[in-house]
């Protein structure tokens, strides 16, 4: 389990570094990315997810739909499918799992990095009849206390900032009281929603 978070962690970081660079930002513009940023460095956390057979699958719902605080997570589903993500225009899409894959989830976190520029995504997660399902997440973010807000770089005239500075343990406050509404509830137009 610890050999395998930090492999996860590894590529979290360079996903992540790779997604900053894509939209022009260096690490400088992401100062709590430096790994030398204090003694603090980003952080992960591993959940596993347990669907046991359902007799009724059209009355249950193994994961509600939401999207995850993080900036990314990395989701191993085996071979079972059961994840949907949700698009504008098209509604539910399955996700099925593909041997040796992961696939990876853009967070809250990111989409408040990002000014919006990457969105996070909605998904849930069905159950069946037949098997039962496992899946592990892995969601990596910055360290909790640190404060994360939509890069300058990223703002402009036409681009203005979205979101108000926040903690990641500030946000997963915000997510427990208010859901999927959490991410609207830090945007500066706040009032007009
Ligand atoms: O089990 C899945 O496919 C989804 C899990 C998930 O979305 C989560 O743990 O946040
Ligand atoms: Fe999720």
């Known amino acids: 389990m ?5 492999e996860l962690k590894g590529l979290a970081e360079k996903i992540l570094g790779l997604m900053f660079r894509s939209l022009g930002l260096t690490q400088e513009d992401i100062a ?21 057979v359902c007799p009724d699958p059209n009355r249950a719902m ?3 739909p939401h999207t995850d605080s993080s900036l990314l ?3 191993y589903q085996g071979n079972t499918s059961g994840l949907q993500v949700y698009r504008d225009n098209v509604g539910w899409v399955p996700v099925h799992p593909v041997s040796g894959a992961l696939v990876v989830i853009v967070g809250d976190l990111m989409q408040i990095t990002c000014n919006g520029r ?6 849930r997660a069905l159950v069946n009849n037949t098997r039962h ?16 807000s939509p ?24 997510k ?7 991410i609207e509830l830090i945007r500066y137009d706040a009032s007009s929603c």
């Not at 610890?2 to 930090?6: G, H, L």
């Not at 709590?32 to 003694?39: E, Q, R, T, V």
């Open 73 to 75: 997570t990395s989701l």
């Open 32 to 52: 709590w990315f430096k790994p030398k940023y204090g003694c603090k460095s980003p952080q992960g956390v591993l959940q596993l997810n347990s669907y046991p």
């Open 118 to 123: 990457f969105k996070s995504a909605l998904h």
């Open 62 to 64: 193994g994961l509600a």
């Open 151 to 174: 890069s300058v770089k990223l703002t402009d005239h036409d681009h203005p900032i979205l979101y108000r500075p926040v903690t990641w343990r500030e946000y997963l406050d915000a």
């Open 2 to 6: 610890v050999e395998y978070q930090k």
């Open 133 to 148: 399902r496992i899946s592990t997440a892995y969601f990596y973010g910055p360290p909790q206390d640190v404060k994360i």
């Open 176 to 182: 427990a009281t208010h859901f999927n509404k959490a």
